[in-house]
């Protein structure tokens, strides 16, 4: 079984719509992050968490909200989707208590707002 | 924040040959992560190397710290090893954020 998992994995929607994409872990890690990747570029991170209490915003907040619900599970919301919002989103953990903050990232959830 | 800036930006490889893939950055690093993002999109971890050198098979990674760069090699390239390579660090400044280069794309044709 994948050790970081991500669900929808595509999902078209509306102008307008709400939308949940849910990231799921098994590997202990305390640290989640939420990023955005746009054609021919590289990730930007939008939001990140390093335990249940804990949340930050990263370069690209505005437009999301996220949730962390339990260690090993991090939301992130779109409370209106727009049509630039359109990207392939991914979840990464890392390891808190080690000196490594090696990241490790989901399959990806392709999102196409109309 | 710190750049990040890969080259080449695009690579066009005959299956069998060589490449070296390059990352610069702009400030000392406390992680450096090397990816490839296959076909469908899902990225692999293929090195963590802040620092020194690495090999995995045909793959290998020298990060020069000092200097803030870092290298991937390939060998032999398969056409399996088609997609975008990324380089990310994570600055010497404890924000424990990583910053991603825009990737260099290789294409191995058979």
């Known amino acids: 079984d994948a050790d970081v998992t991500q669900t929808p994995r595509n999902r078209i929607t509306k102008t307008g719509k709400r939308i949940m994409l849910e990231c799921s872990q098994t590997?202990?890690?305390?640290?989640m992050y939420w990023y955005r990747q746009d054609p021919g570029l590289g990730l930007r991170l939008i939001y990140y968490s390093f335990d249940v209490k804990d949340i930050n915003k990263g370069e690209i907040s505005d437009g999301y909200s996220v949730s962390r619900q339990a260690q090993a599970k991090f939301s992130l919301s779109l409370e209106s989707a727009i049509p630039n919002q359109t990207a392939l989103y991914f979840c990464?953990?890392?390891?808190?208590?080690?000196?490594?903050?090696?990241?490790?990232f989901g399959p990806g959830t392709r999102l196409t707002v109309l | 924040g710190i750049q990040v800036e890969q080259s080449p930006p695009d690579l066009i490889l005959q299956e069998g040959a060589n490449s070296t893939l390059r990352c610069n950055f702009s400030?000392?690093?406390?992680?450096l992560q090397w990816f490839h993002q296959n076909p469908w999109g899902q990225l692999i971890n293929l090195f963590y190397i802040p620092s020194g050198t690495k090999q995995n098979g045909r793959l290998s990674a020298t990060t020069v710290a000092t200097e803030r760069y870092s290298l991937l090699y390939i060998s032999s390239s398969q056409t399996t090893d088609s997609g975008v390579y990324f380089c990310a660090v994570e600055a010497d400044f404890g924000n424990e954020k990583l910053t991603f280069g825009t990737g260099t794309r290789l294409t191995i044709i058979p």
């Open positions: 400030d000392s690093v406390n992680n």
């Open positions: 590997k202990g890690h305390d640290r």
């Open positions: 990464a953990t890392s390891d808190l208590g080690g000196f490594y903050n090696e990241q490790f």
